[in-house]
């Protein structure tokens, strides 16, 4: 069947049924949530277990079960690969993780889908762990990928039952309280974790800094926490900010922030009390500086910028161009500790952040984000998962939360990467659909979705250098070299939700290279 | 049928079948709890609503249906009244109300039972209309008491279901997120409605302090929230600390609050991070302050106290005395204060606090506990509901929950009031089971409980007065007075749960005095 976007999807993908993706905001469940499973506990109680052998037994963890994460120590991360190791001395096989994001510090996993101990991933796959699942033939049914909203959402409604959550805890108390910003190694905020303490069967805290009860603030609370081992290391916060959070020096991305400063500046949406979230890329750094700037030279203060939290955005704060931040993860340190010592940084959850199942989403209190692609189309449909050679390398993160949610939705893109083209005629896969995407920013101009005739009309006026998407793409298509294109097979090797669980998009598996 | 403590409980109370009271920790439900309703929203949205009818019409609350509130501005509260009004002038009849308590401010309600407006209470009744329903006759059903813990638990599990939830708030946004804590006239937490919010099929915030978005710290969540009405008042923070919330003078009290700090003091607990909670009378203040006196002393830091946060208490932390405080409700401004000013001082919601079905709450990390009571009896049962003239005058608050969670739980207590006695053959009603209860301490002798001949031990060995409890109350007997003693009729007015939602004991209509 096709879904309301034109794309192929199966009625069936591994054992679910399928909803096609109907419109960004279409459906509305009547129906009730899941509910959470009955606990009790007796008046004194040593929830401490000696290691993780001792917690897969206590929590009954078998074959076939479903386990979870969170990423907030990203690529420093050290518990998916300890749990996983230690799940593979149990001799237990055909788990399904359910981690909010993998790594490229978790390839080992390759080797645990090849012995049989991992046969399903629900959740986003950075790099040599998507590249390995898109050969196909790989795991016992396709990969799910959801956003962060999507994957709160999913857990809340029972559409994926977790058997175990692991959660990587930088402090704990004994009785369970855990905190990711405190500890030997904090890592920023942990309630990426919440609903799954929260409906997980049952919950394990690990942590390498056993602190005396009561830990504060409680992002993971006692009374959610089975057990509570203690590990040598957890996570290294120094790898929290590897990958994309580099300030760019490159003139082409510079130019990109500096136009993308220039839109939100004529926007209309840049008055006193006026929002925006940034990406963790180049690009959306550099613009959140630059539009710092322009907020001290106007005179504005904005009622709130969301995270990840980075540096740019405290300083933001610290010179009161700001009057919050909201923040679900940390992308640097200079975040961690600010939400310390910052009243005004204030840590929420991905439930508040992005639950399309919820009465109103901090997204949804946006005027405007500048968000990253690795692909753009013609229809404004944006691709942030796969690459044009197919691979599958990249999770979705909040990128439809905040592209559905924000009033003006910004694609900051160069037109060109190498002399590999980003605008195409069609996405390779679709994550986030054109409908709710209003300006796509490149080197070579700003083109605006022609349902937002207001903002075109008014960047014109500004004499910003508007485009249309096919002119950009003309242009940057004379500078192209032949890519290698990718021949998919039939396999579905993931399927990629939209936030409201149905299905915008499928990734197939890449057979080949024309 | 009996329950396990030997009362005379109905198989069925009105429209409930009765699950007797089998012992403190006996129940463990294997089952699912409630699923949360399901809740969308548009991008954008204007939660504001013009006025208490408004949100009667947006809500569709109509006859029958259960409408919540919180007790954080106790004798304070305005809005439990004004939204009554506003359900009469719609011509609603039948509602069932469902506070956490009700205060002497609310006696107005009385007329909207007589007018047919309200039918059914389940929550605390404090005074004139717990007066008022012991009458007999008054209500359609028999009222419910619960405790914190069990309030929380029930709508958790889905024994109540709450139609509209009606949530005072210091200060809110327009989206929805509120604080106690802020605002024109801050109250304390009001985290005690962050249950009904979330479980209710709609969710109204009333604020008299509508302050820019966001605002934090998010007791309250905008996705739990439906609609935001802006009032003109909301309650009287001035009167939170009314009622029983005054440091005795009473030389007998004093005595009581003396000798229940020797032996804390002398139990075994008192050892460097120490743990306990005080309640809300005046013996609990004064033992407070003596307790922290003798942390000096002893050169002992204690790792929490628990509140209500009093004044008291905030001057531990503030002497280093403990390292926390938890708070679930402020009973004094200086404890509001603190919450916004000590990062120390931890907001809980009663979830944590004493959620029978949790994985643990904060009451089981408890060294010691004083509470009060109205009657003990010589099976250490406790009643704080109704008097000996078995008028239901009192709610139950934390004592279930402090007492069935504290390692040793102090019932502190005079022999007599006026020349009542406070010490019976048999308590009129059962609160909390003897079982839980591990000493009485009065002016005339401290009380340990077989069960505890450890303590008793400690304590005779301090050389404190410890004598039994049939010789403690024979010597008071000899200075009672004739009291008047209640005629019961058949009726049940009042069901009164124990905290894992079975029976312990229900309170008959007082039909008049031999």
């Known amino acids: 069947m096709k879904n309301a976007i034109g ?49 897969i037994e206590a929590t009954g963890l078998s074959d076939g079960m479903t386990i979870s994460f969170h990423h907030s120590f990203r690529d420093g991360d ?34 645990h889908i090849e012995s049989g101990l991992v046969s399903r991933i629900e959740g986003s ?33 029972g559409d994926v039952e977790i058997d175990v959550a692991f959660i990587a805890a930088p402090q704990a108390d004994a009785y369970g309280n855990a905190t990711g910003i405190k500890g030997k190694t904090p890592c920023g905020p942990i309630a990426f974790s919440a609903v799954d303490a929260q409906y997980a069967k049952h919950t394990v805290v690990l942590t390498s800094d056993l602190a005396p009860y009561p830990v504060y603030p409680m992002e993971i609370q ?64 550099a613009a959140t500086k630059y539009l710092g700037d322009e907020m001290e030279k106007a005179g504005i203060v904005g009622s709130f910028g969301m995270g990840g939290g980075t540096k740019m955005l405290v300083e933001l704060l610290h010179r009161g161009l700001i009057r919050a931040i909201l923040d679900g993860q940390a992308f640097d340190l200079d975040a961690v500790r600010s939400i310390r010592e910052d009243e005004a940084h204030v840590m929420i959850d991905p439930g508040m952040y992005a639950n399309y199942d919820s009465r109103g989403c901090a997204t949804y209190k946006l005027d405007a984000a500048f968000l990253g692609a690795t692909e753009v189309d013609l229809d404004f449909n944006v691709n942030v998962n796969t690459h044009s050679d197919g691979m599958l390398l990249h999770g979705i993160g909040g990128h439809q939360d905040v592209a559905a949610g924000a009033a003006m939705t910004m694609i900051t893109i160069p037109t060109l990467r190498g002399r590999i083209p980003v605008i195409m005629d069609s996405v390779t896969t ?3 659909p054109g409908e709710v995407i209003d300006v796509i920013v490149t080197e070579r101009g ?51 939700e939209w936030r409201d669980g149905t299905m915008i998009d499928v990734v197939r598996k890449v057979e080949g290279f024309e």
């Open 125 to 157: 796959m950075n790099g040599p762990i998507g590249a390995f699942v898109s050969q196909g033939g790989r795991l016992s049914e396709p990969a799910v990928l959801r956003s962060h909203g999507g994957r709160w959402r999913a857990i809340e409604a």
């Open 222 to 285: 006692q009374g959610w926490v089975d057990y509570v081992v203690v590990l040598d290391e957890i996570g290294d916060p120094d790898n929290i900010a590897s990958g994309t959070l580099v300030l760019t020096k490159s003139p082409t991305r510079l130019l990109i922030a500096q136009m993308t400063t220039d839109a939100v500046v004529h926007s209309g949406y840049f008055v006193d009390g006026f929002s925006f979230q940034g990406g963790a890329g180049g690009i959306s750094l």
């Open 7 to 55: 794309r192929e999807i199966p009625e069936v993908i591994g054992s679910r049924n399928v909803s096609p993706y109907a419109g960004a905001f279409s459906t509305l469940r009547a129906d009730r949530k899941a509910g959470r499973h009955q606990k009790g506990a007796p008046q004194h109680e040593n929830k401490i277990l000696p290691s993780l052998e001792a917690a």
């Open 78 to 111: 050290r518990v998916i690969n300890q749990v996983l190791d230690a799940c593979a001395r149990k001799g237990l096989k055909d788990l399904r993780l359910l981690p909010t994001a993998l790594f490229p510090v978790h390839a080992g996993i390759v080797g």
């Open 446 to 496: 700003i083109a605006v979705n022609p349902k937002r005739e207001d903002l075109k009309e008014r960047f014109l006026a500004a004499r910003l250098p508007v485009r249309s998407l096919e002119e950009i793409k003309e242009e940057a298509d004379a500078m192209i070299q032949p890519v290698r294109k990718p021949v998919f097979g039939d396999e579905i090797v993931a399927a990629i």
């Open 430 to 432: 679709v994550t986030t």
